[in-house]
């Protein structure tokens, strides 16, 4: 907690009225999209430098204050919750593109540039920022940073991680480090800067970040197919990875598109229902590309892998596809869902899935269960619905009991409790079920140089 004498000072530190405490600012940025823990921030400061941002963190150093960096807070983890008076450090007026480089093809960003503006200021300059994920028009660089956010592009292009060419950050010290300058070939010792995506915040603040683009895609054409049953979906990614560069293989279950449709503003494919959906994506770059398409549905279809699909004609049709995958997330959070982000090796996909499977229909045999995710990743979602006559806390306890044998799989499959949502809050009682004692132990050991103090976003990834 924080006193009025420390707030007084932390004014000064910042641009007049950048330091909030009314309830509503604290109950709006002390949270993301987790609904599991109730924001309790003692304030919230808005710096506007990278100057701010130095002052605020030896602030907080001296006062012995922890901070929470606080982006577009759409995360899943509860990595941007501020449950325990911590003063929230928000990016919301870092927020501009500050230089373009058409030669290296990099956008320089402050951290709190929406990730929808990088993609387009890409776009008007006639390339292509690739990370992309439904949350895009509110999620910002700074915590796709944090997160080494994924998304539905992540087959074809890679994590955040792949598209940072350099970040400025304010370490835990208060210490401004330029992490590899931009540069594509640096042999210079340890990368730095990748220690820094993925961080959640826990090393320090990324106040500047150098962001790569990349060519255009052209004539994006997705195309849904109906599989009778869920091993038929990895056939079906192998037969169009044998033919198309595919920038992108989703899948989901005949659950989620119940859920879709009932909203009545997303078009059904088609007639057909089957247990699971395959969304896939390419670019129909000329007649031959789109013939291969089409022939490999058909061999999908002899095969008896696929039932019936559609395919893209138009950019309208493209949108309305996706819709399908990317609006389940925002439309089942009405049901206050217990999220697990998993993912194992793509050829351990169908065992696995299985396995987990088997575990859900014994555990959870009252609860409605559903499947999508980033299959061609590995990557799978699965998203337990509370019911409405059982209470938030006996929900959330019931399904982190069950969890723990979901958690145990996914160890025996070595495979990641968190694929791309983070750690935050919600996993990092798990952490041990996908990192070893040692490599925490290591971990812990790195923030202790960057953060000694322990006042960057404590209590994230690990207990404090
Ligand atoms: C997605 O892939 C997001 O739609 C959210 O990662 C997943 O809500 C989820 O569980
Ligand atoms: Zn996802």
């Known amino acids: 907690m924080t006193t009025a004498a420390q707030l007084d000072l932390l004014k000064t530190l910042v641009d007049p009225g950048k330091v909030l405490t009314d309830s509503a600012a604290l109950e709006t940025h002390g949270k993301d999209w987790t609904k599991q823990f109730a924001p309790a921030p003692s304030a919230v400061v808005f710096p506007k430098t990278v100057e701010q941002v130095q002052a605020i963190v030896r602030w907080a150093n001296q006062h012995k204050v922890a901070l929470v960096p606080s982006g577009g807070r759409t995360g899943l983890s509860a990595a941007a919750v501020a449950a325990n008076g911590e003063v929230v450090v928000s990016f919301d007026y870092m927020n501009q593109i500050l230089a373009f480089n058409e030669y290296d093809r990099s956008v320089v960003c402050q951290p709190g540039v929406v990730t929808a503006t990088l993609q387009q200021f890409a776009e008007d300059k006639g390339l292509y920022y690739p990370v992309d994920f439904a949350s895009a028009g509110s999620s910002q660089i700074g915590g796709n940073i944090g997160t080494n956010a994924g998304g539905i592009k992540v087959i074809r292009y890679g994590m955040t991680r792949n598209w940072v060419a350099g970040l400025k950050v304010v370490t835990g010290s208060g210490e401004l480090l330029e992490l590899n300058r931009d540069l594509i070939k640096n042999a210079t010792g340890y990368d730095l800067r990748q220690l820094f995506i993925g961080a959640e915040g826990t090393l320090g603040f990324v106040v500047e970040a150098t962001m790569r683009l990349e060519r255009a895609p052209k004539n994006l054409t997705a195309m849904v197919l ?6 038929s979906i990895m056939p079906v990614l192998h037969a169009f990875q044998g033919k198309l560069d595919l920038t992108a293989f989703e899948f989901f279950s005949d659950k989620c598109l119940d859920k879709i449709l009932a909203r009545g503003d997303v078009p059904a494919p088609f007639e057909t229902r089957t247990p699971y959906y395959a969304l896939l994506e390419f670019e129909a770059l000329n007649e031959d590309v789109a013939g291969a398409a089409l022939a490999t549905f058909e061999h999908c279809v002899e095969q008896g892998w696929v039932i019936d699909g559609v395919m893209s004609q138009s950019e309208q049709q493209l949108r309305n596809l996706w ?70 806390e006996e929900f959330f306890a019931r399904c982190a009991q069950v969890n723990l044998r979901v958690f145990e799989t996914v160890q025996r499959y070595n495979g990641s409790i968190s694929a791309e949502h983070g750690v935050g809050m919600t996993k ?22 960057f953060d000694p103090n322990g006042i960057m976003n404590p209590g994230k990834i690990f207990a404090v």
């Open 226 to 231: 109906a599989t009778p049953d869920f091993d």
């Open 428 to 449: 990092r009682d798990y952490l041990g079920y996908s990192r070893s004692e040692a490599e925490i132990a290591c971990m812990k050991a790195i923030k202790a140089v």
């Open 323 to 392: 819709k399908l995958r990317e609006y389940i997330s925002e439309t089942i959070s009405h049901w206050i869902p217990y999220k697990n982000d998993i993912s194992v090796t793509v050829s351990q996909v169908p065992a696995f899935l299985r396995d987990i499977d088997a575990i859900v229909a014994s555990d959870y045999p009252d609860f409605d269960v559903l499947w999508y995710g980033h299959i061609g990743d590995g990557n799978l979602h699965l998203n337990i619905l509370k019911p409405e006559s059982l209470a938030k």
